[in-house]
Nanobody, 120 residues
Framework: QVQLVESGGGLVQAGGSLRLSCVAS????????MGWYRQAPGKRRELVAT???????NVADSVKGRSTISGDRAKNTVYLEMNSLKPEDTAVYYC??????????????WGKGTLVTVSS
């Protein structure tokens, strides 16, 4: 099994910044992709940003220029820094990891989510 522990959410004023962290642990042979998705009330879950094991990033247009995703492979940790936050960034942010285990080449794993609330 794979466990994901997220941290860093909370209440932030518009224009402020935050940093989300997610640590993966458990039966991990290799991590292919790590990243973040978010889901606002009444909306579908959407991509925020991902980073591959090779360092390639994929960042949503809605946060591009305001967000930086990075990873620490030695620690199985992914970070998301967001600046110039807007009320529309309010959502539950979910850590996502695609891992290779002893029995599978690609397992999609999700964290429980951390709430980010941006006040105007």
């Amino acid at each position: 099994q794979v466990q994901l522990v997220e941290s860093g959410g909370g209440l932030v004023q518009a224009g402020g910044s935050l940093r989300l962290s997610c640590v993966a642990s458990g039966s991990i042979f290799r991590i292919n992709i790590m990243g973040w998705y978010r889901q606002a009330p009444g909306k579908r879950r959407e991509l925020v940003a991902t980073i591959s094991s090779g360092g390639r990033t994929n960042v949503a247009d809605s946060v591009k220029g305001r967000s930086t995703i990075s990873g620490d492979r030695a620690k199985n940790t992914v970070y998301l820094e967001m600046n110039s936050l807007k009320p529309e960034d309010t959502a539950v942010y979910y850590c996502y990891v695609q891992v290779v285990t002893a029995t599978s080449n690609g397992v999609n794993c999700w964290g429980k989510g951390t709430l980010v609330t941006v006040s105007s």
